[in-house]
Nanobody, 124 residues
């Protein structure tokens, strides 16, 4: 049983900053890649940024240079620092994690998990 919980969303003016956090909990054997995705009304969910266990990152072109993804492996937490926010960044942001978990019977299985999402609204 594992869970991802996001926090840090809110309302901010264009040009402002927000820092999102996503903490994983449960019977975690290991957390591999983690990432942030977002979905605006009427749009498909899109990748924002990903980070491997070792810290290798990838970003969507639309956020490159403005957003920074990072992680604290000791805390099982991934962060998304968002600077120079634009109205186009308005969306629900979802945390994603590729995790290997230990089942109650001692088996280990790998799955992708999603958080519930946190709303980010950028006003002009």
């Amino acid at each position: 049983q594992v869970q991802l919980v996001e926090s840090g969303g809110g309302l901010v003016q264009a040009g402002g900053s927000l820092r999102l956090s996503c903490a994983a909990s449960g019977r975690i054997f290991s957390i591999n890649a983690m990432g942030w995705y977002r979905q605006a009304p009427g749009n498909q969910r899109e990748l924002v940024a990903t980070i491997t266990r070792a810290g290798s990152t990838n970003y969507a072109d639309s956020v490159k240079g403005r957003f920074t993804i990072s992680r604290d492996n000791a805390k099982n937490t991934v962060y998304l620092q968002m600077n120079s926010l634009k109205p186009e960044d308005t969306a629900v942001y979802y945390c994603n994690a590729d995790m290997t978990e230990t089942t109650a019977r001692g088996a280990i299985v790998s799955n992708e998990y999603w958080g519930q999402g946190t709303q980010v609204t950028v006003s002009s």
